[in-house]
């Protein structure tokens, strides 16, 4: 199942990710952290991950930088910049538990899709 045809029904537009573009299982990490970061933050995360400019928007250059990748390791690393990402916000003692059991679970799902 495609990522962006997860969550439709709470009136979400997939991140402007290209989330069709990318690997099966890295578009499902992309796609969700979009729905619950931001889809900017989710493609900066993206980005940095794969050691490309994060400017925030999904070109040729980061495409070429994502499928260079193994995607069982991208998927890994995405889950440790989002889990990194996460704690670092003022409401990671809050919330950080529910978060982290998101993560691990998309992420599971992820890689269940390669």
Same mark, same amino acid.
């Given at each position: 199942?495609?990522?962006?045809?997860?969550?439709?029904?709470? !009136? &979400? +537009?997939?991140?402007?990710?290209?989330?069709?573009?990318?690997?099966?299982? /890295?578009?499902?990490?992309?796609?969700?952290? !979009? /729905?619950?970061?931001?889809? =900017? &933050?989710?493609?900066?995360?993206?980005? =940095?991950?794969?050691?490309? &400019?994060?400017? !925030?928007?999904?070109?040729p250059i980061t495409l070429g930088a994502v499928h260079a990748m193994d995607v069982r390791t991208l998927i890994d690393q995405l889950a440790a910049a +989002?889990?990194?990402?996460?704690?670092?916000?003022?409401?990671?003692?809050?919330?950080? /538990? !529910?978060?982290?059991?998101? /993560?691990?679970?998309? &992420?599971?799902?992820?890689?269940?899709?390669?």
């Amino acid at each position: 199942m495609p990522a962006r045809s997860i969550v439709p029904t709470i !009136g &979400t +537009r997939p991140p402007a990710a290209a989330c069709g573009s990318l690997p099966r299982g /890295v578009d499902l990490m992309v796609f969700d952290c !979009g /729905v619950n970061s931001g889809p =900017r &933050t989710s493609v900066k995360i993206l980005q =940095r991950t794969v050691g490309v &400019t994060d400017d !925030g928007s999904v070109g040729p250059i980061t495409l070429g930088a994502v499928h260079a990748m193994d995607v069982r390791t991208l998927i890994d690393q995405l889950a440790a910049a +989002r889990l990194a990402y996460l704690r670092g916000l003022d409401t990671f003692p809050i919330f950080g /538990v !529910g978060w982290t059991r998101r /993560v691990d679970t998309v &992420t599971a799902a992820a890689l269940a899709m390669i």
